[in-house]
């Protein structure tokens, strides 16, 4: 079979898996009319695809550092080694992470509309930007001997701004559908968000991997930007950020500002309330440590098969080939696992499926550390993801409206997914920190960072954060959010 069938045969068969779970999704009838239904599936399909392509324009960055990792800097050594990119990443997380103090905000004034649409384009003058600085490096064009002299701190520059515009992703979709979900169709929805992270990860990897093999290394970053304007002119047609404003009737909500009218709080006011508000902050601090461990597997596991593959022989292996495919069922199977059992195994509380998919992964980063150099290890950290894409759908994209309530989603979801993205900062300027370090030899890798046994410090940091969330976990297994009444 020629190998661009064998690819399409993945992508249909994905597409038809990802039908099916949402068409076997459980219902919950609240009396909807099939108007309204139609007009919500229209509403959130063009905003969830945006948000899932906004994904591709995020990790394309780790697809093209096994391009550019080959590449020699100027003085020695790699031009995008694991030190290199955890340090970009790094401060792009950082920037990610505190964005949500001013999207937080923007978000709850103007919509998530607005912000769908701001971080559509944003995002994709960023990857624009990337495309001609390494159109440049790669061609010896205009400005490449600056580049190749300041490499890092111009990408990191560039990635830093494409980071602060893909924030305005998770506030402007969970926003948007706090007002045309009711509290208790949000596990469903909590599943739906999985699924869009997933594909947004598949998307990234696999059609990322795609793109770089067989077109080349510029197009990485310039076809995700072609598809978010593409997608930034349907949101402007579809999208809207409440029933009212698509021609329908408003719906009870039953969150915690359900019933509320009148002008709305300050934000300031908003983020004390957030900060004390302990269920909030317990949440926050969960993701916090999935922001961690989620990338931690994401973004190092086919670096560490790739650099180790002499020892390991990982590179031949399923997982390694359809990376971006087995993290997409993952997280589509932990988000449709997650929902489904918060709203009719659980009254619609997320802390128990919290602290079962967190048992999940603890166990899993402990295994991770006796198994890590043997196959066993691309199944487990798939598995693993699956928990914590779980996890991260249900908190971030559910709990964030639950607990903020429509009016407030968008500063809870920013800082719930603020906290998400300080603790991937910390892993990725931990790994930059603790990882072995590429050297070039005509053109291969080769020393330490080729001997598996020096990789030990991957699994080991993910331990304590496995524990700590499940620590976390338990202490809101019972929350639910108190309605605000006016029914």
């Excluded at 960023?126 to 064009?141: E, F, H, Y």
């Excluded at 407030?408 to 990725?428: P, R, W």
Aim: contains cysteine.
């Amino acid at each position: 079979m020629p190998a661009w069938l064998s690819e399409l045969t993945w992508i249909v068969l994905l597409l038809v898996v990802v039908g099916l779970v949402l068409a076997r999704l459980p219902k919950i009838e609240l009396g909807h009319s099939d108007a309204f239904l139609r007009r919500r599936r229209w509403n959130w399909l063009p905003l969830g695809l945006t948000y899932a392509f906004l994904y591709m324009g995020r990790y394309n960055l780790t697809v093209a550092k096994s391009a550019f990792e080959n590449l020699p800097a100027i003085g020695g050594g790699s031009m995008m080694g694991n030190n290199a990119f955890g340090l970009i990443f790094g401060v792009g997380t950082v920037v990610y992470g505190f964005s949500f103090i001013i999207n937080g905000p923007l978000t709850d004034r103007l919509g998530g509309r607005f912000s769908i649409l701001a971080g559509a384009m944003g995002a994709a003058a960023a990857n624009i930007v990337m495309g001609l600085i390494t159109w440049s490096l790669l061609k010896s064009g205009p400005g490449s001997a600056f580049f190749a002299a300041h490499f890092v701190a111009v990408f990191a520059v560039i990635y830093a701004i494409n980071m602060y515009f893909q924030s305005f992703g998770a506030v402007a979709i969970v926003k948007v559908n706090a007002s045309w979900f009711h509290v208790r169709e949000r596990g469903v929805f909590g599943a739906i968000f999985g699924i869009l992270i997933s594909l947004g990860i598949y998307f990234a990897y696999d059609w990322g991997n795609l793109i770089l093999k067989h077109a080349g290394l510029i197009w990485v970053f310039f076809v995700p930007a072609a598809v978010l304007l593409v997608l930034w002119v349907i949101d402007v047609l579809r999208v809207r950020d409440t029933p009212a404003e698509a021609g329908l009737q408003n719906i009870v909500l039953g969150d915690a500002t359900d019933g509320q009218t009148g002008p709305g709080m300050h934000p300031g006011r908003v983020f004390v309330l957030m900060l004390r508000n302990p269920v909030i902050m317990t949440i926050a601090g969960i993701e916090f440590c999935s922001g961690f461990l989620r990338q931690a597997i994401m973004q190092w596991f086919r670096t560490f098969a790739k650099q180790t593959d002499g020892a390991l022989g990982l590179k031949s292996s399923l997982v390694y080939e359809h990376w971006g495919l087995l993290l997409c069922v993952a997280g589509i199977t932990g988000g449709v696992v997650a929902g489904t059992i918060s709203d009719h195994l659980f009254q619609s509380r997320r802390g128990p499926v919290a602290g079962f998919l967190y048992a999940m992964l603890l166990v899993g980063a402990v295994v991770l550390v006796f198994t890590y150099q043997t196959p066993f290890v691309g199944w487990l950290v798939v598995l693993m993801s699956m928990a914590v894409i779980g996890v991260h759908g249900m908190l971030s994209g559910t709990a964030s409206m639950d607990f903020g309530g429509a009016r407030n989603a968008g500063v809870a979801v920013g800082l719930i997914d603020g906290f998400v993205y300080l603790g991937t900062a910390v892993m990725s300027f931990t790994y930059a920190k603790v990882l072995p370090r590429e050297q070039l030899a005509d053109g291969r890798i080769v020393g330490a960072v080729t001997e598996p046994g020096n990789w030990i410090a991957w699994p080991l940091a993910m331990v304590p954060l496995a524990l700590i969330g499940f620590a976390l976990s338990l202490r809101v297994w019972n929350a639910k959010p108190k309605s605000g009444g006016g029914h």
